[in-house]
């Protein structure tokens, strides 16, 4: 019988061991699994949340592929790239690397060791919203300089720019890529396609 991700835990911590982003990566649904301060976090997304991020990551590749701009990835894709928390482990709901930043253009086996250009979140019902901000904050620190967060519910985007500036877009304003992919736009209304 597998041990849980959560059972592992708990063992490793009555040996003393701390966890980590690279032991995460071997156990079995590690992947659903944020590391906070050292302690395991479920980043579980609804169906609703999950449409809307895979929407939005849908318009990102469909405009960066062609084009050659990098690589979008979905919510399964982990960084450990924050150099004010090390231990650091967060998935976003979908992201973006401009072409150039990853060593060799190639994508490591395991977590991303840089941050992403752009980083989104769709919310979901059970979020809380100190987590999406410590999420959107951690991103940000670590070089993030666009960040979107999705409300399903309200059909609206909260826009964050590395400079400092916000944004709040409803459904009939445009989402641009800003500074970050500069060509991208999209109504937002078509992030909440099928919701």
């Given at each position: 019988?597998?041990?849980?991700?959560?059972?592992?835990?708990?063992?490793?911590?009555?040996?003393?061991?701390?966890?980590?982003?690279?032991?995460?990566?071997?156990?079995?649904?590690?992947?659903?699994?944020?590391?906070?301060?050292?302690?395991?976090?479920?980043?579980?997304?609804?169906?609703?949340?999950?449409?809307?991020?895979?929407?939005?990551?849908?318009?990102?590749?469909?405009?960066?592929?062609?084009?050659?701009?990098?690589?979008?990835?979905?919510?399964?894709?982990?960084?450990?790239?924050?150099?004010?928390?090390?231990?650091?482990?967060?998935?976003?709901?979908?992201?973006?690397?401009?072409?150039?930043?990853?060593?060799?253009?190639?994508?490591?086996?395991?977590?991303?060791?840089?941050?992403?250009?752009?980083?989104?979140?769709?919310?979901?019902?059970?979020?809380?919203?100190?987590?999406?901000?410590?999420?959107?904050?951690?991103?940000?620190?670590a070089g993030t300089r666009l960040?979107?967060?999705?409300?399903?519910?309200?059909?609206?985007?909260?826009?964050?720019?590395?400079?400092?500036?916000?944004?709040?877009?409803?459904?009939?304003?445009?989402?641009?890529?800003?500074?970050?992919?500069?060509?991208?736009?999209?109504?937002?209304?078509?992030?909440?396609?099928?919701?």
């Amino acid at each position: 019988m597998s041990t849980s991700v959560l059972e592992s835990h708990a063992i490793a911590e009555e040996n003393g061991e701390e966890l980590t982003p690279e032991r995460l990566l071997e156990m079995p649904n590690g992947m659903r699994y944020e590391l906070v301060d050292g302690k395991l976090k479920e980043h579980a997304m609804g169906a609703e949340s999950s449409l809307v991020a895979t929407n939005a990551v849908c318009l990102l590749r469909n405009h960066v592929h062609g084009r050659k701009l990098g690589r979008c990835f979905g919510s399964d894709c982990g960084y450990q790239a924050f150099p004010h928390k090390p231990g650091l482990l967060r998935y976003p709901d979908g992201s973006f690397i401009a072409r150039g930043r990853l060593p060799d253009e190639k994508v490591p086996k395991g977590h991303i060791q840089i941050a992403p250009d752009l980083g989104l979140e769709a919310v979901s019902p059970h979020d809380a919203g100190e987590e999406i901000e410590a999420r959107r904050i951690d991103f940000m620190k670590a070089g993030t300089r666009l960040f979107w967060v999705l409300y399903p519910e309200s059909r609206t985007v909260h826009v964050f720019r590395h400079d400092g500036t916000t944004a709040a877009l409803t459904e009939n304003d445009e989402l641009r890529g800003d500074h970050v992919l500069p060509e991208f736009v999209c109504r937002v209304s078509e992030l909440f396609e099928g919701v």
